[in-house]
C-alpha cells in the first residue's frame, strides 16, 4: 500500500552537501517503492525535477542559502510551521518524517494534529552542530537551555532514526533519547556514482578546465568547508605530502569559506598544487571525483554522519579519514586510518597511498564492492517503508 508522507526540513533545501543529499536520497527511494511525498522547507533552495517542494512564504530581505545555526531560524521556523500545517490540511497524510531538531518540533506539532506518527531523522546533536559551527561556545551561558531543548525534542516522536549506528549508540548511551531508535545508515547510489576512466572525454576536459597540471596524481575531498570537516587539517597536511611528492594536486570541492580557506592555502604556499572549485552541483559530482586518485574524509564531528565517504566508496576511490566511529563503521577493514585531527599522519597515509598503485586498486574495489552490496539506497528507502508499516499498524492498534 503506498503512503503520503509529509517531510519537513527546516533548511534551505536543495543545496549540494550531505544533509541534503541523505533527504533527497530518501526520497526519491520511497518514490521509487510507489510512496508519495511532499516536501515542507524554507524558501531558498535549488528545484529538484520530481519532487514534489512546498516552500515557506519568500523573505525578501533573506534570499540567499544559509547554512548551519542562525539567528533568522526562529521566524523561519514559524512560517515553516505555518506552511505545513496548512499543507497538511489539504492533502492526506499518513506519516509525518521530519529532519533535524527544529523539523521535529514543527513534525511534533502537525502529527498531533493530524493523529498520525511522527518520524524524526537525526543526523547529529543540535547543540553540538551550534558549537561545531561557532553559533555557540562552550561557555555560552545559554548553551545549557539548548542541551534541555534538544532532549525534550528528542522525546516527541514515536521514533528516531539515526544517520549511523554510532549515532544510535552515542543517543542511547548518552540517555538524551527516550524514543525506539532505528539506524538507517547513510547510502549512495552506485549505478549513479560509478568509476570512470581518466581517459573519458569528459574527465578529461574537465582536467583541463579545472587547470590541474599533466602528470599529477589527485587528491580529492568534496563536501562544506568547515574547521570541523577538517579542512585546516587537511591543507597543513597537504604542505606535508606535496614535500614528498610533489606531482600530487588536491582538488577541494566545495562551499562556505571559499575564500577563508584560499587564504590559508596561500599562507601556506600551496596554491600550486591545490585548487578550490567552489559548489559543485550534486548531479556532476561523479564527474569530478572521477579526478581522483585518492579521497580525503578528515571530518572531525562525533555526532553527524559522513555521508561523501559513501560517494567515494561506490566511485571506487581508495579513502584516507580520521578514524572516528562514523568512518570506521562506512569504510570498515577497507578504509585508511588516521587518529583524528592529526595533520602528519594524514599525510602520511595519504603518501602511503600515492606510492603504492597496487594498494590503491585492490582498496578501491573492495571499497565499491562493500558500497554496492551494504549501503544501497534501495534497501535503505525498503526498510524506511517497513518503519512506517509498523508504526501506522501500531496506531491503529491504540486507535
Known amino acids: 500500500m503506498p503512503y503520503h508522507i509529509l517531510s519537513i526540513a527546516p533548511t534551505s533545501f536543495f543545496a549540494d552537501y550531505g544533509c541534503h543529499v541523505r533527504i533527497l536520497e530518501e526520497i526519491r527511494a520511497l518514490q521509487q517503492l510507489g510512496h508519495q511525498v511532499t516536501l515542507c522547507t524554507y524558501h531558498t533552495g535549488d528545484p529538484v525535477p520530481g519532487i514534489r517542494i512546498v516552500r515557506m512564504p519568500r523573505l525578501p530581505w533573506q ?24 499543507t497538511a490540511v489539504r492533502q492526506r497524510v499518513d506519516v509525518v518524517h521530519a529532519h533535524l531538531h527544529e523539523g521535529a518540533l514543527i513534525g511534533a506539532v502537525v502529527a498531533r494534529l493530524l493523529r498520525c ?12 552542530e551550534m558549537l561545531d559551527h ?16 534538544e532532549r525534550w525534542i528528542n522525546g516527541l516522536p514515536d521514533v528516531i532514526i539515526t ?17 525506539p531508535l532505528f539506524a538507517l545508515t547513510d547510502a549512495v547510489d552506485p549505478g549513479f556514482f560509478r568509476p570512470r576512466p581518466k581517459d573519458d572525454a569528459e574527465v578529461a576536459a574537465l582536467r583541463t578546465t579545472l587547470g590541474i597540471p599533466a602528470g599529477r596524481r589527485v587528491v580529492v575531498f568534496l563536501g562544506l568547508l568547515a574547521d570541523y570537516q ?24 566545495g562551499y562556505p569559506g571559499l575564500e577563508q580557506y584560499r587564504r590559508m592555502a596561500y599562507d601556506l604556499q600551496l596554491l600550486d598544487h591545490v585548487t578550490f572549485t567552489g559548489r559543485v552541483p550534486y548531479r556532476q559530482a561523479p564527474q569530478y571525483l572521477s579526478l581522483g586518485d585518492v579521497a580525503v574524509a578528515p571530518k572531525l564531528s562525533e555526532t553527524e554522519g559522513n555521508g561523501k565517504i559513501l560517494n567515494y ?22 578504509g585508511v586510518y588516521a587518529p583524528p585531527g ?7 597515509r595519504i603518501t602511503e597511498l600515492l606510492g603504492d598503485p597496487l594498494r590503491r586498486r585492490e582498496l578501491g574495489a573492495l571499497l565499491r564492492r562493500r558500497a554496492c552490496e551494504e549501503f544501497s539506497w534501495h534497501d535503505s528507502g525498503r526498510r524506511l517503508a517497513e518503519l512506517y508499516t509498523d508504526l501506522l499498524a501500531r496506531s491503529d492498534l491504540t486507535d
Open 63 to 86: 534570499r540567499r542559502v544559509r547554512i548551519g545555526s542562525h539567528w533568522h531560524k526562529p521566524y523561519f521556523d514559524l512560517l515553516l510551521t505555518a506552511t505545513a500545517l496548512v
Open 117 to 128: 506518527p511522527l518520524v524524526f531523522d537525526y543526523q547529529g546533536s543540535l547543540t553540538a
Open 134 to 149: 561557532g553559533f555557540l561556545s562552550a561557555r555560552s551561558p545559554v548553551l545549557r537551555l539548548f542541551t534541555h531543548l
Open 163 to 179: 544517520s549511523s549506528e554510532q549515532a544510535q549508540a552515542q543517543l542511547a548511551a548518552t540517555g538524551r533519547a527516550d524514543r
Open 230 to 253: 577538517g579542512i585546516p587539517q587537511l591543507l597543513h597536511a597537504a604542505v606535508q605530502v606535496v614535500r614528498q611528492h610533489p606531482s600530487t594536486h588536491f582538488l577541494i570541492m
Open 313 to 334: 566508496m561506490a566511485m571506487g576511490l581508495p579513502t584516507v579519514a580520521f578514524a572516528t566511529a562514523v568512518a570506521r563503521e562506512l569504510l570498515g577493514p577497507h
Open 342 to 348: 592529526n595533520p602528519f599522519a594524514l599525510a602520511d
